[in-house]
Structures are given as structure tokens and as C-alpha cells.
């Protein structure tokens, strides 16, 4: 059972930390056209207002999705969603990146929503499988800790990295990381300990707790 209990530990930990970097990209893509806003209308040759709908679009296609996510979480798990939304939103990061006109940066942006859509109800769902309901709080607290320095990353410091390399060089990069992680989650997240033939996690030990002192 000790085996059993670390191997469980260990592999939600990994399966953690691969569907949170997804998760953390999502929020990057959430704001980073506001930090490039400048070089996309020069690159685009465009207006404010066309920008905040290729802002939007992000959005649009995020916020439809939230509900069929949910079903697609329980239909098909954690890996299977968290696989596809990351290899859709890489496609649409090195499309946005490597976009000639505004029409494809649209449709890479939207691809991007597309993918990353999956990945709060995806990883959720992943804690509520692998991790104990005394711990499921701590968790999605440490998970939205995780989403809002995204959207750190995707504010001073995106802005500073685009005065090193291109903004188009920053997303095809952030696509091919998105890609990476979504061919570790096809081999190294699953979607239940039970999957890997483990014990569900609520037969883990609890913490040793301290008996009250008697005086």
C-alpha cells in the first residue's frame, strides 16, 4: 500500500502540473493581444476597433464552450479534451503568429478559444478524480493562483519580450509549448487512478493530526 500510495501521489502531481500548464496558457492568450496591441495594428494595418473583435473572438468562441465542456469532460475525461484543446490551440497560436493578414490571425485567435476552452473544466474535473474532497479546495485555489499569473506573464513581461523577439516568434513558440503539452498529457495523464490500476485517493492515509493536550 505505501507503493501504491506514492505512485498515486507522483502521478497526480505530473498530471497536475501538464493540464495547469495548459491552463496557464489559456489565461496568457486571454490578455495578451492588449499587451501587443501597438504591433498588431501596425502589422495588420488596422483599427482599434478591429483589434478589440480580433480580442474578442477569444471570448466569443471561450464562453459558448463553457457548457459543452462539461459534458465532454464527463463523457470523454481529462486527457482525451486536454489533448485535442491543446493541439487546436498550438495550431491556432502558430497561425495567429505566422498570420499574413488579419482574416487568418482571426481565425487563429479563434482556434485558440476554441482550445483552450476545455482546460479550467478539463483540470477540475482531474482533481476531483485524483485528489481527495478535503483537498479539492486548496486545489482550485492553487489552480487559480496558477490561471492569474498567465495573465501576469501575458502583461510587463510579454511586453518586454517583444522588445527582444518579434510578437509573431512569442506565439508560434507558445503554440509549440502548447503542442508539447498536449503529447504529454496523451501519454502521461489519465483520467482516473483507478486507469493505472491504483486505489481511489480517498484510501490515501490523512495527515497526522495532533491530539489535543490535556492539561
Same mark, same amino acid.
Do not use: H, I
Given at each position: 500500500m505505501p507503493a501504491s500510495g506514492a505512485s498515486l501521489r507522483r502521478l497526480r502531481w505530473s498530471a497536475y502540473a501538464i493540464v495547469a500548464g495548459a491552463y496557464v496558457l489559456s489565461f496568457f492568450h486571454r490578455v495578451a493581444p492588449a499587451a501587443i496591441a501597438g504591433d498588431l495594428a501596425q502589422a495588420f494595418h488596422t483599427s482599434g476597433v478591429a483589434l478589440g473583435v $480580433? =480580442?474578442?473572438? /477569444?471570448? /466569443?468562441v471561450y464562453t459558448v464552450m463553457q457548457i459543452p465542456t462539461g459534458v465532454l469532460a464527463d463523457r470523454f475525461g481529462t486527457r482525451r479534451i486536454v489533448t485535442v484543446g491543446g493541439l487546436l490551440a498550438g495550431a491556432g497560436s502558430v497561425a495567429f503568429g505566422a498570420a499574413p493578414t488579419f482574416a487568418v490571425a482571426t481565425i487563429g485567435r479563434t482556434l485558440v478559444g476554441l482550445g483552450v476552452s476545455v482546460m479550467f473544466v478539463a483540470l477540475l474535473k $482531474?482533481?476531483?478524480?485524483?485528489? #481527495?474532497? #478535503?483537498e479539492f479546495a486548496t486545489m482550485a485555489g492553487v489552480t487559480v493562483f496558477l490561471g492569474n499569473m498567465g495573465a501576469i506573464l501575458?502583461? =510587463?513581461p510579454l511586453a518586454w519580450l517583444v522588445t527582444v523577439v518579434s510578437w509573431r516568434t512569442v506565439f508560434v513558440a507558445t503554440g509549440v509549448v502548447s503542442v508539447v503539452l498536449a503529447v504529454l498529457c496523451r501519454f502521461f495523464v489519465h483520467d482516473r487512478p483507478q486507469d493505472v490500476g491504483l486505489g481511489s485517493p480517498h484510501a490515501l492515509p490523512a495527515p497526522a493530526q495532533r491530539s489535543a493536550v490535556r492539561g
Open positions: $480580433l =480580442a474578442a473572438t /477569444y471570448f /466569443y $482531474l482533481v476531483a478524480e485524483w485528489f #481527495r474532497e #478535503r501575458s502583461a =510587463a
